[in-house]
């Protein structure tokens, strides 16, 4: 017997405008408010989950069979309560389809009463809004991550300098612990505590893309060669590292530091993932998107692509869709905080990249960051080889930053080092006492937003007037940066909060040697 052939056997007579429900983009059905029972469905039935319409009519269990496990408590108890009240009602729920997907459906349904006899049935639409739910978490998720960055970025400011007042006062402690040696371990304690804390909240800036990133032209290569020992290290012996770069790789422009920091934990999670042992290969190429990828969120052009694939457990569906969430962990709370993933996802991000996650369980995993090409000679990236010892100078620095604990700890550490420090509170304060002093001024050391004059336009004013002057813009979160397209001058350098007093002197010789 035909689908068709149900639906007139089964159809009441009373549905003299059938063409005109079986039309409708919907499915349209009569139910038995006793059992449950479908007595009539339109044909889009078949199309809604891909079961035959004569299933839906002939099985006495196919309502709530096709309801999810972990929703049909719920759709009964629901279905029950509107016949027993004789209330239209509206029902979301998830189902399963033939092929064994998992849709979502809105069932809007009602008691009413039919022919002569004025029989109650239940009289129903299902429609299919797996898409609207998608949308929908979506957009929760957005909101979400969107509310948690807002938090991070208004933290920061304020977390951060209290973490560089200790890391510095630590460093300055450390230094001169060798006259009271037994000090050493409680500062080296308060020192840890405090790169922990800075580290925190480093990631949940990183997370929200608002991380401090010093961009240039790199080429991934060079940073995959310039880790393979801390990786090796790492991973211990009972993985095998396999390594696979394209020659002519396309330079990208990222923060190299931040990107050995993204492979760190790409590392670090793939160890986690294979606690037996296994492969973890890396490997580098160059990808053109003709059309964009929909589900990273990467529009079309060039990139140069870094896959990591790992041979461990794998993770299912849940696990992904929730891999990037800050404190998301499958580790238990003693073995991870979550903020690997959220880190790797937010410093690709607010490099123009995109991700993307390949995984089964039991089948291992891939990700591959794609970063867009630029048209740039790649930066060859080598730091400072200045020693300790080396850190020190005669020049004079101006130093401006309105917290003023950040403030007395940073010119301490700038006269014990022999720099001559002038001191402000702010942009204005700044400018007055640049005009009032005689001699020359070779570097200006300032904060970004403070009150009155923020750096960003102090550094534009002093420039003006004294072209040969250095600016090293000292910040918490990059909320507070120069925008490129704002800036006229050189590449601004910068130094993130909280810094040691050794990072701090290094970066002054830096930019002034530069």
Request: charged residues 25%; glycine residues 10%; aromatic residues 4%.
């Amino acid at each position: 017997m035909s689908d068709r052939d149900h639906m007139s056997r089964h159809g009441p007579e009373r549905h003299r405008n059938t063409a005109l429900l079986e039309s409708l983009p919907t499915t349209v059905y009569e139910a038995d408010p006793g059992t449950g029972r479908y007595l009539y469905v339109t044909p889009r039935a078949g199309n809604l989950l891909g079961y035959p319409v004569s299933d839906w009519i002939q099985r006495s269990d196919f309502f709530p069979a096709f309801v999810h496990p972990e929703d049909r408590a719920r759709v009964v108890r629901e279905r029950t309560a509107a016949i027993e009240h004789r209330m239209a009602t509206v029902i979301e729920f998830r189902a399963l389809a033939a092929d064994g997907r998992v849709l979502w459906l809105r069932d809007e349904l009602c008691l009413s009463p039919v022919g002569e006899a004025e029989q109650p049935v239940i009289c129903g639409v299902l429609s299919d809004i797996t898409e609207r739910r998608r949308l929908d978490e979506e957009s929760w998720q957005a909101r979400r991550l969107e509310a948690i960055g807002q938090i991070a970025g208004g933290v920061a400011h304020e977390f951060n300098n209290l973490m560089a007042t200790i890391t510095g006062y630590s460093s300055l402690l450390l230094r001169d612990a060798g006259v009271e040696g037994g000090i050493m371990r409680p500062v080296e304690g308060i020192m840890d505590s405090a790169v922990r804390g800075a580290a925190l909240t480093r990631q949940l800036l990183a997370f929200s893309r608002q991380q401090i990133l010093d961009p240039v032209a790199v080429n991934l290569n060079v940073v995959l060669h310039n880790i393979g020992s801390v990786l090796g290290s790492m991973l211990g012996e009972d993985i095998r590292v396999v390594t696979s770069v394209q020659a002519d790789l396309w330079p990208i422009r990222a923060d190299p530091g931040q990107l050995e920091q993204v492979l760190l934990n790409l590392a670090r999670n793939a160890r986690d993932a294979m606690p037996d042992g296994g492969t973890l290969t890396l490997e580098t190429t160059n990808v053109t998107l003709v059309q964009p990828d929909t589900t990273a969120d990467i529009p079309p052009g060039s990139y140069a692509q870094l896959a990591i694939t790992d041979t461990g457990c794998g993770m299912d569906e849940e696990t992904q869709a929730r891999a990037f969430e800050p404190f998301f962990s499958t580790k238990g709370g003693e073995h991870g905080s979550g903020m690997g993933l959220p880190t790797v996802h937010g410093v690709t991000k607010q490099s123009g990249g995109g991700i993307k996650i390949t995984s089964a369980p039991g089948t291992g995993t891939t990700i591959r960051i794609l970063l867009p090409r630029v048209d740039a000679t790649p930066e060859t990236g080598q730091g400072s080889a200045l020693q300790p010892s080396e850190l020190h100078g005669t020049e004079t620095i101006m130093l401006v930053e309105d917290e003023d604990a950040v403030r007395e700890m940073a010119e301490e550490v700038l006269t014990r080092a022999g720099y001559r420090a002038l001191t402000a509170p702010d942009g204005l304060e700044a400018l007055r006492r640049c005009d009032a002093h005689g001699g020359p001024i070779h570097l200006v050391v300032t904060d970004v937003i403070m009150p009155r004059l923020g750096g960003v336009t102090l550094a534009r004013w002093l420039t003006a007037s004294r072209p040969e002057l250095k600016i090293l813009f000292i910040s918490g979160y990059a909320g507070e940066l120069v925008n490129d397209s704002t800036w006229t001058g050189p590449r601004p350098q910068l130094l993130q909060k909280p810094f040691t007093t050794d990072e701090l002197l290094r970066k002054i010789r830096d930019v002034l040697a530069s």
